[in-house]
Every structure is written in C-alpha cells, then in structure tokens.
C-alpha cells in the first residue's frame, strides 16, 4: 500500500505538470487535423474547379489555334497571285516596267531591297 | 493516439515499486514521454508536408490512349516560302465513320448520307455497313465544316465523327510539282511532303493536334513562281505549245526561286499529281536540250585551251562520220570565229570544237559539271542523264550541239549557273538557304566564265543573235537558244521540237539563271510555221524577266534603256 501511495505521489509529481500539456496537444493535433481536413476539402474542390476552367480555357486554346490556321489558310487561298492578278490588273494595275524606276538622288544607290518593295501588286501579298 | 498517450501515463504503476531509484526512474520516464510525443509530431509533420508537397506538385498527367489503328494520322508542319507564305498547311476537317452494329435501316442511312455527302462511294459503303461483325467503318474523311453539319443534322444513329488533320494547299496546283502530296492519312508519299517525312518532322497523333514543328522555308518566291506560270502558260497560248517548263534559280546559292512545269499538278488531288502525263519536267523527265549545249561545247573549247572567242573554223562543209552528217540549218557560207559560230548556233562549229577538243576532254568536262551522274533534289532523286551507250566521233558532234545525252532541265541549268557565275559548283535546293556557300568547288576557270557571260550576252544583244527576243530592257538578259527535235518512232520528229531559251541575268554580274522550255511549240513570234527558240521561248524568256526581275530585287540599268 505504502508503495502504491508513494507510487501516486511520485505520478502526481511528474505529471500535474505534464498532462495538461499534452491534453493541449492533443486537442490542438486534433483541432489541426479538423481543420486541415477542412482546408483540403476546400483546396481539393477548389482545384476541381480550376481544372475545369483550365480544361475549358485549353479547348478555347486548341479552338482558336486550329481556327487561325483555317483562317491563314483562308487568307493565303483568297491572297493568291492567280486570283489577284487578275483584280489588280482589272484596277488598272500591272507589273512595274524598267522604266518606271527613277533614281531620286543620284548619290545614294537605290538599294535591292526598294526594287522588291516597289514590287507590283498582282504579286505582293 | 491519446489512449497511448494515456497508456504511458499510467505505466509508472510498476516502476515506482522501486523507490530507492525513483527521481532517476521518473527522469527515465519523463524522457520517454517526450521522445514518444516527439515522435508523433514528426508523424503528423511528415503527413503535413506530404499534403503541401501533394498540392504543390501537379500529379503525373494521367493519358488514356484509345487504341485505334484507324484513327491515326500525321500531324505535318506548315511549308512556307522564302518570304513566308503559306502553301502547305493542316487544318482540322471532319471525318464520319458508321458502326454498322448500331444502323437500324443501311438503305435510309445511305440515302440520307449520300444526299448530304456528294460523291459518296454507296455501293462500297453499302458493303461495309451490311456486315453487321465490323464496328468501324469510315464513311467519309475530310469533310468541310458546311457539310459536316449538315451530316450531323441528319441525327443518324451509329455515325459518329471526329476531326482529323487534312493537309491543305491553299496556292492550288501553283508549287504542287515540288510540294508533292500526302495519302488519306497525311503521310508524305511525294515532292517535299516525302522529306518531312524522311526528315522525321511528321508526328503521329490520334485527334486533330497540330504539328508544333516550325514551318519548312522553301526557296521559291510564290510571286515569280506565279509570273513564270502565268508567262508560260500565256506562251503555250501563243505558240500553241503542248507543255512548258521554266526555272529561275539563284546562281550563288542555288536555290531554286521559281519552277514551274506545265501542265500543272494539284497536290490536293493526289490521282492528277500521279499521272504521268503531268510529270514534272524539270526533274522527272530528261530531254535532249539541243543547240543550249553549244554553251557546254564553247566553255569546255575555252577551258581546254583548243580555242579561243576569235579563233576561225571553216563551217562550210557538214561534218562527215560515217553515214551521219551534220549541217547547219542556216549556212553562213563563211568561216566562222568562236564567237560566230555561238550566234548563229553553227552545229557544223560546236562539232569541230568538241572534235578538236577530244572525246575525253568533252566526257570529263560534263562529268566535272554534273550531266553524267544522277543527282537529288530534295523533292527526291533527279531522273538519271540517258548517255550515248558507245561515245564515238560521231556522239562526241551530237553532245556538242545538245543530241544523243539528254538530262533533266534542272541538272542542265546548275551547269549553266556554274558557266555564268565565275565557275563555282551550283547546287540546286529546294530549301532557303541562309547565305552563300563560302565553300563552293571550283569547276571551270573564273576566266572561261567571264568568256561565257560576254558571249551569252552578245547572243542577246547583237542583231544576229538567236537570242535577240530576249531582251529585257534594262535588265542585261544573256543566254542560248535552243530548237531540239523530239526524239519518235524511227528517228528524230522534223515538226516536234523542245524549244528552249537558257540564260542568265544581269548578265554583267549575274544572279539569277533562266531556263524556259516549251514543248511542241506549233508556231513563232511573227506566226507562221517558224518554230526556232529564237522566236518562242526567247521572248518568253524576255517577258518571264522583266516580271521576275522587279520582284527579285534586280534593278534595271538604264544606260541599257533605250529612248527617253
């Protein structure tokens, strides 16, 4: 008996200080786990949406891409020479002749690249 | 956890039976007690850390790949010019298939379909839907959005659609020689569609992913490409040719600007590219090109040393060998120079030059320009040169004026780029090339060249010159003529001839090397039955440079204008 009495008293000396504590944390683990259960259900939901919106934003993605090279391809068709030759020629517009070239100031050599710009319209783009 | 926790509270039960150690014991215990607590924080840390780390990191991309086979396709990058447009693209068409499983009525499905799709192939259709164990057939692949909703409109039961990538070309048959063309599933089978298959840059896909391989920048100009076809197609017009073909190629680099051969092919319609009738002519047939060799004859004279521009031949007897003779078609009834005898394209002088020079020294010298070997291009291999089976006196005068070797027009106008352009190998392309080839062969003499420009120019513009009508003012035209009779049943056709015009301009610094043949010319400038190159293909020619020109950035010079 005395043993058991000495063995309460030597628990009570450890533990009235310690138990408390560890009701302490464990309530706040528990409070913890609540709340990241919480937090996770939120995220998890969150992220669903997001990849919803993700999803649809790639398909809007993929839509445009696929529709700009539809219209690119459009454009190229509706810009070929064969068919604009024709308009332009129909606006009075013909392929530039040697001698419509006239070199505006003597000293500075027309550069290559003004002859492909001064370029007729039936073949420019 | 908290009846562990309280476990260990209640195990000092036992432990203090033993008083004299006590302190020590509750020390012991306390220890314990933290070490255990100390545990399960790092248990709840480590599961918190996973959970950030989780959200953190995207989990690994779950694909569930649907197996079938049918459904595949290939998914090609776009195929641009030199100056970026477009003429080869993918776009996402519809494809209808049938589960003839889930058909309740074949015959009505078919009647509607058929009334919506035009062109429906019913009798096969009808095959495939009758066998009630397949569950996959295709209806029709590549169908445009408009007919596609209507398709769908229709609410038949067992088809479905999906969309897949059809290539589409949207020039039309403008570069279809060179582009080639694609199968049902958009696998490359000809032209450069083949290299981009050959060259990997096809993906496999299963829906209608675009490719995201840069586009393939080719060395055409869609602007000279559509004024040398238009010049030709006009020239076919005039002189009631039957085909033509043209080629501008830069001589530096040698990229092929332009190449045209009539008739066109449309690479959307892959039964007009195979037929054989409409075969490109510049690198999938080979022709003997006539008096245009006498340009190889004159420069291989020159760079053996037999001759030079002012040396005289008496051309006034036709070359005798055996039962062949050789005359020419307008006897000057003079000795000729050099000079001479390439204005009035004298067959009697290109064989005395190629004699005097040797059979050896004409075989190595095609050999050193590439005619005797087989070359690619990267539309695929050029077809193969068809050379004299014996090489004798007599081939040695017929090569030199352009008989009895024939080769593919793009072979022969490298050649020509090489003669023009200070002697440097040429090598065809397809492909934009960045710069100059620093690294280029030498092949003839840089002297020889200049020799050649002087002449080829001359040609154009002395009054006697075959190439007269070549002239395009102001842009230094030079080159050959060339009328070779067409080869038929017994010998050669008097009246079907390959007329062609070979050339450089400008020709003082040449850029760019013109070869324009028309095939089967019926009449000539001044109309008539005269059907020299002179008089056709030279004033195409003419006609194709002052359009091209402009648009390859070549100025004219204007001394070489005439009038105010």
Known sequence: ?125 | MTARAAAIDRAPAWTSRMPAGADTRAARLRTRRRVVVCALLTVFATIAGQLVRLALKSGPEIKVNIVEPLARSWSRPDIVDRHGRLLATDVGMYSFYADPAMIPDVDETIEKLSAALPGLDTAELRKALRDRTRRFAWVSRGVTPRVAQKVHALGLPGIGYRVELKRVYPLGPLTGHLLGTVNTDNKGIAGVERLLDEEGRVESVQGPERSASSALRLSLDVGVQHALADELKQACLRYSAAAAAGLALDVDTGEIVGAVSLPEADPSLPAEWLDPARADKLTGGTFELGSIFKALTVAMALEAGTADLDKLYDVRQPLVSGTYVTKDLHPQGRPLTVREIFLHSSNVGAGMLALEAGVHSQRAFLERLGLMRQTRLETGPVAAPQLPKHWGRIETITVAYGHGLAVAPVQFAAALATLVNGGLEVTPTLLARAAKRETAARLISADTSARMREIMRLNVTNVQGTGRHAEAEGYRVGGKTGTAEMPGRGGYREKAVISSFAGAFPMDAPRYAILVSLFEPQTGEAGGDRITAGLNAAPTTARVVERIAPLLGILPRRADIAGP
């Open chain 1, 1 to 125: 008996m005395p043993a058991i009495r000495a063995c309460h008293a030597s628990t009570h000396d450890g533990s009235d200080r310690e138990r408390p504590m560890l009701h302490r944390i464990n309530w706040v683990l528990m409070l913890a786990t609540l709340a990241s259960a919480f937090a996770l259900y939120v995220i998890k939901y969150d992220t669903r949406r997001l990849e919803a919106r993700v999803q649809a934003q790639e398909r809007a993605l993929e839509k445009a891409e696929s529709d700009i090279a539809l219209l690119a391809a459009e454009r190229a068709h509706l810009a070929r020479p064969e068919r604009l030759e024709p308009l332009a020629r129909l606006n009075g517009l013909a392929p530039i002749t040697s001698r419509q070239y006239l070199r505006i100031d003597a000293g500075r050599a027309a550069s290559s690249a003004t002859a492909g710009a001064a370029a007729p319209a039936p073949e420019s783009r």
